[in-house]
């Protein structure tokens, strides 16, 4: 039994779940939280059961002010338009114990919310109806809470897409070089000092008022959107601990580091990892079709800078967790945070390969 387990048979009594950690099963990719489906004996009815990262967020009391307030409000929202608030979006339960979360006899911080049955969660992009689904769905996301107060959020990871912090943060751990790995990744630093300028475009546009503030999900990759297993379509976005206020460009950009190729974060053999021109395409016209409207001018315009800078931020993270000792991105084999990077490195290199194309597609749209 791993370490969490031991605590299912507690946090599942908590929320009067007639179940025990016999009828958990491991759950999902995620690389942060802990996450497990529960299946009642009796009544076959299943749920997710979280443990919220405790080294990812440092208040999950904020964490689960933000999803609640988020969900409710989204759950309204679609009401209003018709849609099946039970299957649009997610719905958490209350602990007996009260309050928005249970805390074990550690500390540690659990929710556990339905799961929303005959929906199917991917992990790449299998066909571009599937990419453009969540593109759609993303989309929406952005519409619906475009009049949610964004200022009433908490900013449950401080500096989360803060490029300009992430890298500075990177040049922190290969100053340091605790593990003496900084040497076998010359070429991955090099690559993203390089770009120390790109890492302040974002920002600077939104200290302009170039870029406006946004709720904003942070994390859209196609694995947080599940799809309707009967009609294909993106109904539900799951992983909202990082909703905060932020860039559109970045719920954009993050999507299409993770989707608009066919390969896996991970891959070792980086031929095999291209980004592809048609899915970015693809992606644009469902995110724009979702958005409907909400969208300026500008931040249409910027929408390839949001894919390179996610892209870029995210190889950043994983190479500062390869130089501390991966503490924060969970592995499985070795090395992992390091080919992690690399992937994004690459796909960096063709985003700016192909820039002047990325910014002919996005204007079609504009
Ligand atoms: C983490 O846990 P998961 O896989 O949903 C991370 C994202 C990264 C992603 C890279 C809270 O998301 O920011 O883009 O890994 N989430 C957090 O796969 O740091
Ligand atoms: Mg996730």
């Not at 694995?223 to 297993?229: I, K, S």
Request: with cysteine; net charge negative.
């Amino acid at each position: 039994m791993g370490k969490m387990e031991a605590y299912l048979d507690e946090v599942l009594a908590a929320f009067d779940i007639k179940a025990g950690a016999a009828d958990a099963v491991h759950f999902g990719q995620g690389h942060v939280n802990d996450t497990f489906m529960v299946t009642e004996p009796e009544s076959g009815r299943r749920f997710v059961v979280q443990r919220i990262s405790p080294a990812a967020f440092k208040r999950p009391d904020q964490v689960m002010e933000n999803v609640i307030g988020i969900t409710e409000y989204l759950g309204r929202e679609i009401e209003k338009n018709g849609g099946d608030r039970t299957r649009e979006a997610l719905r958490f339960l209350r602990p007996r114990t009260g309050g928005l979360y249970y805390e074990d006899r550690d500390g540690g911080p659990w929710r556990v919310y339905p799961y929303v049955e005959r929906t199917l969660c991917y992990q790449t992009a299998e066909t571009p109806e599937l990419f453009a689904a969540s593109g759609r769905a993303f989309g929406r996301f952005q519409r619906l809470l475009r009049d949610y107060p964004a200022g009433t959020l908490y900013e449950t990871i401080p500096h989360f897409h803060d490029t300009e912090d992430r890298l500075a943060k990177l040049k922190a751990a290969v100053a340091a070089d605790k593990l003496g790995r900084a040497a076998v990744c010359g070429p991955e630093i090099d690559f993203m000092l390089e770009r120390e300028a790109d890492c302040s475009v974002a920002l600077q546009a939104l200290r302009d008022g170039v870029l406006p503030l946004r709720v904003t999900h942070n994390d859209t990759k196609l694995n947080n959107v599940l799809m309707d297993e009967d009609t294909g379509e993106g109904i539900c976005i799951i992983d909202l601990d990082t909703v905060m206020p932020g860039l559109a460009i970045n719920d954009f950009g993050d999507s299409i580091r993770f989707g608009a190729n066919h390969s896996a974060e991970d891959e070792t053999d980086l031929s095999k990892v291209n980004l592809d021109l048609d899915l970015f395409e693809v992606y644009t016209r469902a995110f724009l079709e979702g958005a409907g409207g909400t969208l300026t001018a500008a931040e249409i315009e910027y929408l390839p800078w949001g894919a390179k800078l996610m892209t870029l931020e995210c190889g950043i993270r994983f190479l500062t967790d390869y130089l501390e000792g991966d503490v924060y991105f969970h592995i499985s084999r070795e090395h992992q945070n390091l080919d992690r990077c690399r992937t994004q490195c690459k796909l960096v290199s063709d985003m700016e390969e192909h820039w002047d194309e990325l910014a002919a597609i996005v204007k079609k749209y504009c």
